[in-house]
């Protein structure tokens, strides 16, 4: 492992509903769920540290480098996939979006649900969730519920 600082990032209002309790729950090699307390990744283990954004729906909190297990290491993304100034996707290019929508995919078996979209539009002004303005992309196909906290 690097010596670099590691982050969950989900939407806050997911991060909302979290609490040190929660489960954060991946899959394993064989697709079986494997469950990790909040609590036990985290860097603060006496409460929940989540920074969210002022305006966009997306929080993060830092984890505890010598806790994270092995398992969430193998799936983590690097920094380097993170844009370092705003910017659309090109139009060209397909996103695509792994959830569980309507909590499809969640059982004995962890099996993400995937869309594939394309940006429709570059950066547009809209208002969002508290009648704040943010900064959005739109996609081809409106959203679904349960993407939220996919990747």
Known sequence: MTD????????????????????IVIKSKDD??????????????????????????????QLDRSNIPEEIM???????????????PFRER???????????GIGKKISPITKTLKPSSGLIDLLYGTNSQSTFYLLDDPGVSGFSSGV
């Open 4 to 23: 670099v600082d590691n982050y969950l990032v989900t939407a806050a209002h997911v991060a909302k509903k979290t609490s040190l309790n929660t489960d």
């Open 32 to 61: 079986t769920p494997q469950k990790f307390k909040l609590q036990k990744i985290v860097m603060n283990k006496d409460t929940l540290s989540w920074t969210e954004h002022p305006n966009a729906d997306v929080a993060a909190i």
């Open 74 to 88: 193998k799936i983590s993304l690097p920094f380097g996939f993170i844009f370092h100034q705003l910017k659309a």
């Open 94 to 104: 397909e996103v695509t979006v792994f959830g569980y929508p309507m909590s499809l």
